[in-house]
């Protein structure tokens, strides 16, 4: 079974820093962009970064210089460091990935998100 599965949220103090981990498991033929986006409260989800396979990387507006996104291919691995985190950044993150079951089928895949609260 394809799976993404978040790891790395939790409560953390305005000005404060977390890594967020998102891996790929299954039978996975290759891996394209992954990313995240988030969720707050009554919000719409929206984008936070993404990441090509070879690296190339793009941002929410909002995010830039605060957010890294990378990512382990031989791992099937995304990443995502958040540092100055503000109230406001609290919300459900969630790993997306473009993933390629067999040489024709690919297909997009969420992962269930996982909760990152600022407050202090």
């Known amino acids: 079974q394809v799976q993404l599965v978040e790891s790395g949220g939790g409560l953390v103090q305005p000005g404060g820093s977390l890594r967020l981990s998102c891996v790929a498991s299954g039978s996975i033929f290759s891996v394209g962009v992954m990313g995240w986006y988030r969720q707050a409260p009554g919000e719409e989800r929206d984008l936070v970064a993404t990441?090509?396979?070879?690296?190339?990387?793009n941002y929410a507006d909002s995010m830039k210089g605060r957010f890294t996104i990378s990512r382990d291919n031989a791992k099937n691995t995304v990443y995502l460091q958040m540092n100055g985190l503000k109230p406001e950044d609290t919300a459900v993150y969630y790993c997306?990935?473009?993933?390629?079951?067999?040489?024709?089928?690919?297909?997009?895949?969420w992962g269930k998100g996982t909760l990152v609260t600022v407050s202090s």
């Open positions: 997306n990935a473009d993933l390629r079951l067999t040489s024709y089928y690919r297909s997009n895949y």
């Open positions: 990441i090509t396979s070879g690296g190339n990387t």
